[in-house]
C-alpha cells in the first residue's frame, strides 16, 4: 500500500455532483487528479461544475483567484478507465447502483496497480459486497463525503468487512490531509448519518403530506427548534429527492419498515420534481 507521503494523483471515478466535488476537494488541497466519466459532455459539466464552486469561494474570499485557477489546472478529464493507472488512491463516486459499482470496481481492479486503495463514496450500499469483486478487498474502504463535498466540513470513513488497519488510518490522513475532520462507521446500511438522517426526511415530508404545517413553517421549526442549516423539504431539494429516495429504499429493504419511503417522495421522483437540479422539488428554483 502507498503511504500518505507517496500519494500525489488522485483518481475519481464520476464527474457528477459527488465526483466533481471530491475532485475540488482533492485539487484544492494540492493533488494532481485525473477525474473520469463515461461521455465527455459529462466530463464537461463536472469542470463547469468545478467551475462555480472555485467562484463561489472566490467571492465569498475563501480562496485567492490564482489558488483556484491553480487547483483548476491540477484536474484532468478523461473517458478512459485506463487513465486512472497513474493514480496513487482512487475515489468512486458513480451512480448508487450495486451492480454498475461492482462493475467498476471489477475494472478498476485491473486497470489500478495493486497497490492502490480503491475508495467508495457510496451512501448506503456494503463496502464488503463492493470489495468482494476485487483481488484486494483489505484495500477497499468508504469515503463518504457530504454534498456539497466541497463545503462540507465532514467525511465518513466506512470499514468493510476486510479493509486493513492501515487503509483506515491512511484515508483518516488523506482526508485531514484535503481539509475534512472524519468519523468512522462500521459497514452497517446507511452508515452513521443516512441511517439517522432518512428516517428524518421522510418525517418532514410525511409531516407536510399530512397537513402538519406548510413547507415553510415545518423547514422554519426544524430550523430554529434544532438548530440545523436546513429544514428537512429544504434538504431533500438540495440532495436530489431521486438520491434520497434510492438511500431510503436501501434502508428500508435491509432495515425493514420504519425506514419505508415517504408516499409523496416517491410520487414527486416519478413526476420528475427531483429539487434544485430540476428547478422543482418541493420548491421552485431559477
Ligand atoms: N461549492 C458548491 N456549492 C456551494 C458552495 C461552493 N463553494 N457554496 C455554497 N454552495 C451551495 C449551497 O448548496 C446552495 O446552493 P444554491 O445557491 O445553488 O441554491 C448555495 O450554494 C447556498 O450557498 P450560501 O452561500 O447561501 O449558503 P452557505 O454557504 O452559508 O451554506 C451549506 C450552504 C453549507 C450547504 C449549508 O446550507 C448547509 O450546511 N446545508 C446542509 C447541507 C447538508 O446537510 N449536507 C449533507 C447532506 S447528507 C449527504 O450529503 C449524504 C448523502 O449520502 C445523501
Known amino acids: 500500500m502507498r503511504t500518505l507521503d507517496e500519494i500525489e494523483t488522485v483518481g475519481v471515478v464520476g464527474a457528477g455532483t459527488m465526483g466533481s466535488g471530491i475532485a475540488q476537494v482533492a485539487a484544492t488541497a494540492g493533488y494532481d487528479v485525473v477525474m473520469r466519466d463515461v461521455k465527455s459532455e459529462f466530463v464537461q459539466?463536472?469542470?463547469?461544475?468545478?467551475?462555480?464552486?472555485?467562484?463561489?469561494?472566490?467571492?465569498?474570499?475563501?480562496?485567492?483567484?490564482?489558488?483556484?485557477?491553480?487547483?483548476?489546472?491540477?484536474?484532468?478529464?478523461?473517458?478512459?478507465?485506463?487513465?486512472?493507472?497513474?493514480?496513487?488512491?482512487?475515489?468512486?463516486a458513480a451512480v448508487e447502483k450495486l451492480d454498475v459499482k461492482r462493475d467498476i470496481f471489477a475494472d478498476l481492479d485491473e486497470a489500478v496497480p495493486d497497490d492502490v486503495v480503491l475508495a467508495t463514496n457510496t451512501s448506503t450500499l456494503s463496502i464488503t459486497t463492493i470489495a468482494s469483486v476485487t483481488d484486494r478487498p483489505e484495500l477497499v474502504v468508504g469515503l463518504h463525503f457530504m454534498n456539497p463535498a466541497p463545503v462540507m466540513k465532514g467525511l465518513e470513513l466506512v470499514v468493510g468487512e476486510k479493509t486493513a488497519d492501515e487503509v483506515v488510518d491512511l484515508s483518516h490522513a488523506l482526508a485531514e490531509d484535503m481539509g475534512k475532520e472524519t468519523w468512522e462507521s462500521d459497514d452497517k446500511p446507511g452508515f452513521v448519518v443516512n441511517r439517522i438522517l432518512m428516517p428524518w426526511l421522510n418525517e418532514g415530508v410525511r409531516a407536510y403530506d399530512q397537513g402538519v404545517a406548510s413547507k415553510e413553517d415545518i423547514d422554519t421549526g426544524m430550523k430554529l427548534g434544532t438548530n440545523v442549516p436546513m429544514g428537512p423539504l429544504e434538504l431533500c431539494d438540495h440532495i436530489g429527492l431521486d438520491i434520497v429516495l434510492d438511500a431510503s429504499q436501501t434502508l428500508h429493504d435491509e432495515l425493514g419498515d420504519r425506514y419505508k419511503p415517504a408516499y409523496l417522495l416517491k410520487r414527486k421522483v416519478d413526476a420528475g420534481d427531483l429539487g434544485k437540479k430540476t428547478g422543482r422539488g418541493f420548491y421552485e428554483y431559477d
Open 45 to 92: 459539466q463536472g469542470f463547469d461544475s468545478i467551475e462555480d464552486s472555485l467562484s463561489r469561494f472566490v467571492r465569498k474570499e475563501q480562496l485567492t483567484q490564482e489558488e483556484a485557477d491553480a487547483a483548476r489546472e491540477r484536474i484532468t478529464g478523461t473517458t478512459d478507465l485506463d487513465d486512472l493507472a497513474d493514480a496513487d488512491y482512487v475515489v468512486e
